[in-house]
């Protein structure tokens, strides 16, 4: 994902990478008429770079769906229905949508200044974007507890509340959005929408009816990676939520304590809806830059 | 467009709405992490650098970091040539595929790593133990933890790179007689060095803070198997002024990392004007 209009520059932060990466050669991807088949050597090479991928990806991750099933069907039924767990999916998907929705709006806008407005330090604004990105997540969740926590400097304490968990989500997801429009917004001609203007469009028809059509599958590809950026966030909840069992505790946090009480089946099953909702998220984004493609 | 005030206005609204909205939720929280690591002055914080756990954790995690990115260095371009200038069965899915690492949750992770590798019960954990080779609670599981969470930021960057720099000058390259070693040194390396770069000092920082994963597979004993992530958790659940200061300067150093790999990609980007 680019936040020069040139192509071959990358953007930093790996979240956008694989949006706009992902969706610009995967559009063109099975386009690719060079692309030749392939020779022993690049056939040998594939066959390694797959056992790896297998081994390090693949076969851990059908672990997970096996270790999930090995207590058969009502096991897995009751491990996901307990009411602690239940708990955990609840808040962990209701403060997912949530983050979402506010990403949407202000993900959208801070693209749009960072792209159509000049003013100095805007440079700046472009590195603070991706820092949720490369920042450990346990230093997130070391200075969100001191900003939102007993000590704060703000006078609230949000330590061990749902607002926690929703401050954490939206600062671990607010790339995303941002790096998935920006590129769109860069490529959007002007002079559609200066016709628009001329003929009689207000602004804000203009952007109902021209600009945001446009950037509707970008918000739908950064809204699907914040969503699954959320529902998997641990690091900065750790120290900030106090992970109370039906008040705070998230799904992933829910799956570590599984771990930590040698509970594996358990950890396993509640792993394998955030494993689903993870290929869920990656075939949506699939679709979606085909479906770009097609019309592009 | 016309350039009236309402234009004007509504421009000045949307960017202190920006300005304000990154200042509350990055700016300030990046500038808390320095003022909590200096808040006692200079002293703690070299105390805390001198403490033998500290400097163990920040070796095993540069030591853990470096073999994830460069067996994902490896892999990625190696991934990226095969699904750029080959066509074989799978490849959209593998394509997809190899995106999958970076929405899984780290917790996930972890816990697939370790039923596959532990010791006790994993599918080949127990095979490779009988062997001699211990990877859950040991630096090996910290390596593929890590390799995993990091594995698809060098594909990303090299894909796009490779797929608009086309084919004519490799098979330029071909037909003078080059060998296809030649051919990848003297042009395809050049050619995706930058997007490499940026995959790699990525990876890097990626690979330098993961946490979630590798608190599951390390087991975070102190002096053996702790990262500097998880110091700085240890530190901070401990009591006592200089632990909490330790867990502040250790942040502080993966902070200043993250931020500087940042800069590093920012200023390295070529045509960066272009967006002006």
């Known amino acids: 994902m680019t936040v020069d209009s040139q192509q071959l520059a990358p953007a930093p932060a790996a979240g956008a990478v694989t949006t706009g990466g992902g969706r610009r050669d995967r559009q063109r991807l099975p386009r690719a008429k060079r692309a030749t088949s392939l020779t022993p050597i690049s056939g040998l090479g594939l066959g390694i770079a797959l056992t790896w991928f297998s081994l390090l990806v693949l076969i851990p991750l059908t672990a997970v769906l096996v270790q999930a099933s090995m207590g058969g069907w009502s096991a897995y039924w009751d491990a996901l229905t307990s009411p602690q767990t239940l708990a955990a999916l609840k808040l962990t998907v209701g403060q997912a949508v949530l983050v979402t929705a506010v990403n949407i709006v202000m993900g959208t806008v801070i693209a749009w200044v960072l792209v159509r407005d000049q003013f100095a330090g805007k440079q700046l604004l472009e590195v603070v974007i991706d820092i949720p990105f490369a920042l450990p997540t346990i230093v997130a969740g070391l200075v969100l507890l001191s900003l939102y926590g007993p000590s704060s400097p703000l006078g609230v304490n949000w330590a061990n509340t749902r607002v926690a968990v929703f401050l954490a989500f939206l600062f671990v997801t607010l790339p995303f959005i941002v790096r998935t429009v920006q590129p769109v917004l860069l490529e959007l001609e002007q002079e559609v929408e200066e016709a628009a203007a001329s003929l009689g469009a207000s602004r804000l028809t203009t952007f109902r009816l021209v600009i945001l059509p446009s950037l509707a599958p970008a918000i739908a590809s950064g809204a699907a990676l914040s969503f699954c950026r959320a529902i998997s966030e641990y690091g900065s909840l750790v120290l900030l939520s106090g992970n109370l069992p039906y008040s705070t505790e998230v799904a992933s946090v829910r799956i570590m304590s599984s771990i930590e009480g040698d509970h594996l089946t358990e950890a396993a099953a509640v792993a394998s809806i955030l494993l689903v909702v993870a290929l869920i998220v990656i075939i949506t984004l699939d679709l979606i830059s085909r479906r770009v493609a097609r019309y592009a | ?276």
């Open chain 2, 1 to 276: 467009m016309p350039d009236t005030a309402a234009h004007r206005a509504i421009t000045w609204a949307l960017r202190l709405i920006v300005i304000g909205y990154l200042s509350f939720l990055v700016i300030w929280l990046v500038a808390l992490v320095a003022a909590k690591t200096f808040a006692g002055g200079l002293a703690p914080v070299i105390n805390a650098l001198r403490q033998p756990e500290v400097i163990f954790a920040f070796e095993l995690t540069l030591s853990a970091a470096f073999w994830a990115v460069v067996i994902n260095t490896i892999f990625g371009v190696g991934i990226s040539l095969l699904l750029v200038r080959y066509t074989f069965p799978g490849r959209r899915a593998l394509n997809a595929m190899v995106d999958l690492p970076l929405s899984i949750s780290p917790v996930v992770v972890g816990l697939a790593l370790v039923l596959v590798y532990s010791g006790r019960t994993g599918w080949l954990g127990q095979s490779l133990e009988q062997a001699g080779f211990q990877v859950i609670y040991a630096p090996p599981g910290i390596i593929l933890a890590t390799a995993f969470v990091s594995l698809p930021l060098v594909i990303r960057e090299v894909v796009p790179v490779l797929t608009e720099i086309g084919t004519e000058q490799e098979q330029a390259a071909r037909s003078l007689g080059a060998s296809s070693l030649q051919t990848f040194g003297r042009i395809t390396l050049p050619a995706i060095r930058w997007g490499l770069l940026y995959g790699v000092v990525l990876s890097l920082a990626r690979s330098l803070g993961e946490f979630g994963a590798v608190k599951i597979v390390s087991g975070g004993v102190a002096m053996r198997t702790q990262t500097a992530t998880l110091l700085v958790e240890e530190r901070y659940q401990q009591f006592g002024l200089q632990n909490s200061i330790t867990a502040y300067t250790a942040a502080f150093i993966l902070a200043l990392i993250a931020v500087l790999a940042l800069i590093i990609i920012t200023s390295l980007r070529p045509g960066k004007g272009a967006s002006q």
